[in-house]
């Protein structure tokens, strides 16, 4: 055998000592496993059935290994699941216990999914933010209560942050805009007080943001328009005071904006209504005044239109009747006035569209 030879199989025998790993899932992973299956009851479906034998990388339920290294790299545990095994409980599961803080042995974690089980309670763990390749967080439909943890900016690849539909409560923990690959972050439907980080323009990343459904207090912060990415921002049903920021209307693919159901006062932004990108707009149940800015037109696209139950007075502006498109149109509740534009766009809409206000006439309503 030539040098080239040896070389090769030196190189191969290192190769293989390296990747070839001695025996599938390791044993401080499997234990770990084993404390987060102890701390967590699932009476109807057995999903943690399969997870027993030596070898968690191999056949057990929702957890996934890096195929390299052999460490457990997934846990992905949804309660709302099309799989035949949910059929029996119709197709949705149910959890009780807690998020045991062995989890946080797993350190070659990179997604951890514990979706829609209603009844798993107790807090985030405080060391997970120790599990440096996490990307990928979804707690959804939980009981989880406590806080976010204040270092969350630790998980410094953090992609995805769902913690929606849980009892989380404290404040949004400003570091959280250090998350510098956050793309998705859902904090919906939970306790959360306290204000919006100002600075929340630093998360470059960000493509969905939703904060609906909490007790936010404060303003909408300014910075959030350099959000580029941002398609979705949904601040719906919290507290939150001030007027609505004018450079939200110039965000280049923002295509939905809830902030229905606030403490928001001022007027409507023009540029917000005339943003072509814009298809989802909802405003309802704020103190917003003023006039109804004329700056519709042919780039006009709306699905839903919501500015009702808000003190808005003057007209219809006649542009918004040359609109391409306005699927759901909602003015009610408000105090305009004056003929309600004819129009295409008009056409279907029924007398709810405008019923509420001071003096609208025209069809649908009462002829002027
Ligand atoms: C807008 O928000 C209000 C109040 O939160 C809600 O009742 C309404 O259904 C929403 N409108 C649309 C079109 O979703």
Redesign the pocket.
Known sequence: MGLTGVTFLVTLMMLTAVTIPANGCSPADQAALMDFKAALNEPYLGIFNTWTGTNCCQGWNGVGCDPNTQRVADIVLRGESEDPIYEKAGRSGYMTGSLSPSLCKLDGLTTLIVADWKDISGEIPACLTSLKNLRIVDLIGNKITGQIPANIAQLSKLAVLNLADNQISGSIPGSIVNLGKLMHLDLSNNQLSGEIPADIGKLSMMSRALFNKNKLTGSIPNSISKLYRLADLDL??NQITGSIPAQLGSMPVLSTL?L??NQLSGSIPNNLLSSPGLN?L?L??NSLEGLLPDVFGSKTYFT???L??NNLRGSIPKSLASAKYIG?L?LSYNHLCGPIPNGSPFDHLEASSFSNNDCLCGSPLRTC
Do not use: G, P
């Open positions: 719906a049903m809830n229905d159901s989802i909802n309802s149940r839903h239109l919501d009702s139950y759901h909602d």
